[in-house]
């Protein structure tokens, strides 16, 4: 028997299909699991670098419930090799219920506080949202710097190829093309779409270091978070 089904099982005791899904989907960081699954996530540390509170112990016992769901699948099922996490035909069916949730939470939910704002949390989203084909031909190396983030959250690297983009928490070995220095507010409100990057740079709270034409083009190559065109009514 899973280590979950020992534990008494969450329920509210109706038959409202509601009631049902709530019983899985309610969980703490169900949901934000399933998000990095839907963005693309399979491994077990890519998905927990989309969701880096929770404990790895918590996370396989989620994972473990989505899978006795028949939300993901889990491949291969050799335990010799690392495995890869998928969404299953139930699990892609919530992409829209995720999305529905994510504009209700750009419109109504309260606003960002201190604890929320986690620059790796903040960079691994930005990852996934940069448009490659602005940038120039090859390779191109940011550096992200958070002026007011721990020392071990203060610097990022992005190293950005024709068709992907790889996260390095250290120096990756090649030079820089742009530096950015900001906080870890600055970026996030302009990366959830509540402030225009233009004036924010224009005021020096995004400073941005590097050839002229690299920094005249990055404004181009930010396309946001999903939600940035939602606006707030809250």
Known sequence: ??????????????????ALASEVLTQKWMLLIIRELTAGSQRFNDIRRGVPRISATLLKQRLDQLEHAGIVRRTPQSKAATPAYQLTEAGRDLKPVLGAIGEWGQRWAREIEED????GWL??????????AQMPPGQTVLEIEFTDAPKDKRFFWLVCGPDKVDVCLKPPGHEVDLAVSTDVRTLGEVWRGIRPLQPELAAGRVRLTGPRPL????????????????????
């Open 215 to 234: 920094q005249q083009a990055f404004p181009d190559w930010l396309m946001l978070s999903i939600f940035a065109g939602i606006e707030r009514r809250r």
């Open 1 to 18: 028997m899973p280590p979950f089904e020992k534990e008494k099982r969450m329920t509210f005791g109706q038959f409202c299909p509601v």
């Open 123 to 132: 960079v691994w989203g930005m990852h996934r949202r940069l448009d490659l």
């Open 116 to 119: 929320d704002l986690d620059a």
